[in-house]
């Protein structure tokens, strides 16, 4: 990837395209709004209530244009799941708020020939989009921005910005700060640079940035993340260009370049195509075997993306992990000693509610009989097993550890030993030894 030898060289014609003053001076980086309480409190309620990307009355446009700043823009409940194309760019001119309906979301499409929102002025405060799903942008020139270009900070909660096309930052270009919370940019095309521009200070807060073709983020501020994932941006970096890195909880990425081993977790992320899982927008969910699982700390959001309640030990990026496996384990009852080397045969069965392949820890012990010694046998081991939705046998041969196995009773323990995706499962029962065949 070839670097410009001036980045400054290229603003101006970012501000030419997006018709812009300069900023007369740096707006404060916005905080974590609480997801649970929407700023209700901040003006005047303007209902959307047609589709149409017009300007027409009751189009989002329209409602736009009437802001003065502090206005809540949402949409009449029979739009919850609509799609609108806009014939232009909306110009937001004022810090507002735009929110979609929780449950289904708003979809708002570019109509791949034009950014969706732009906000050409530098603003008092952030302008914040919530419960939306921002598609079919088309960035141009070199800001880029397909979603959204703006000159102002900006925040997104529980958004997604997907199959935006641009020369360069093809899903959003930021001169301001920008804080993402719960939000999906994925499947995001540039011909070079990353999905993501912001000048000041990025904040991505259980937020998901992948699938986007030349690398995830470019940051020329500070980038602070919480509990979310950057991976699987194409062949270029995940990370470009960040001068300042701060990491709080943890974080996942598949390359170096958002920070090494030591405060990164770098795995693959392992997360399914971007599709409907419920919600206001698109997301990846996390397939059963992520590392991004449980792997949160100093989680502080209660729900993801789709509004589903995160664990107290929250999952890495916008969406919450639900699909857990159940294991039923079972031990047989009786169980042989090999008269030539005295080991003991521990079998039994185990069924799962899907396909799963996983170790199980198995121990047995049997206490000495009066007259015999006073040392207990045991013998432990692991045996992996395949697991489905129909019992599967599984067995294991397990030498002793200490003393002899004799016919009688004796403690089997199984447990599974598995990722954290699979719900723990123990069997412990009551087994009768006998002397097998030689």
């Known amino acids: 990837m070839h670097r410009p030898t001036s980045r400054a060289g290229r603003w101006p014609l970012a501000l030419i395209l997006f018709g812009l003053g300069a900023c007369a001076e740096e707006s404060t980086a916005p905080g974590i709004p609480s997801l649970s309480a929407p700023n209700a409190n901040l003006g005047d309620n303007i209902t959307v209530t047609t589709t149409s990307g017009g300007t027409e009355a009751g189009s989002l446009r329209w409602a736009v244009a009437q802001t003065l700043g502090g206005e809540v823009i949402r949409f009449a409940p029979a739009l919850a799941g609509a799609t609108i194309v806009v014939d232009s760019s909306v110009a937001v001119r004022h810090p507002i708020l735009i929110e979609g309906p929780a449950d289904k979301g708003i979809t708002i499409s570019g109509g791949k020939a034009r950014h969706i929102f732009a906000l050409p002025d530098s603003l008092a405060s952030a302008v914040t989009f919530r419960n939306l799903a921002l598609v079919n942008g088309e960035g141009s020139g070199s800001a880029g921005g397909g979603g959204i270009l703006a000159n102002s900070d900006v925040v997104l909660e529980n958004v997604t910005l997907s199959n935006h096309n641009g020369m360069v930052y093809a899903a959003m270009f930021v001169t301001g700060n920008a804080t993402l919370i719960n939000t999906t940019i994925s499947s995001n095309t540039s011909a070079s640079y990353a999905a993501v521009y912001v000048a000041k200070k990025l904040t ?17 501020g500070a980038l602070v993340m ?65 590392p991004a699982i449980d792997a949160g700390t100093d989680c502080t959001v209660t729900a993801d993306q789709r509004y589903v309640v995160r664990d107290t030990k929250c999952d890495l990026g916008a969406y919450e992990f639900k699909d857990f496996t159940t294991v039923t384990v079972t031990n047989s009852a009786s169980l042989p000693i090999d008269p030539a080397t005295g080991w003991v045969f521990v079998a039994g069965s185990v069924t799962c509610s899907t396909n799963e392949t996983f170790d199980l820890a198995v121990e047995i012990t049997q206490e000495p009989k009066a007259g015999r010694g006073s040392q ?13 939705t129909s019992a599967q046998p599984w067995g294991i041969s397990l030498a002793p550890s200490s003393g002899e196995f004799a016919i009688g009773s004796a403690v089997v323990t199984t447990k599974t030993e598995a990722g954290a995706w699979i719900i723990p499962a123990t069997a412990t029962s009551m087994v009768k030894l006998y002397r097998g065949r030689k």
Not at 213 to 219: A, M, N, P, S, Y
Not at 246 to 266: A, P
Request: with cysteine; charged share 20%; net charge positive.
């Open 226 to 290: 919480r509990n979310s994932i950057i991976a699987n941006n194409g062949a270029s970096a995940n990370c470009q260009y960040v001068p300042v890195f701060e990491r709080y909880g943890k974080n996942l990425t598949d390359d170096t370049s958002c920070g090494d081993s030591t405060v990164m977790m770098i795995a693959p992320a392992k997360l399914d195509s971007l599709r409907d899982n419920g919600g206001p927008g698109k997301t990846h969910a996390l397939l059963g075997p992520s």
């Open 204 to 220: 991505l807060v259980n937020t998901t940035i992948a699938g986007n073709t030349k690398g995830g983020v470019d940051v020329r």
């Open 376 to 388: 207990a046998a045991k013998a432990s081991g692991k045996v992996t097993v395949a697991c489905s």
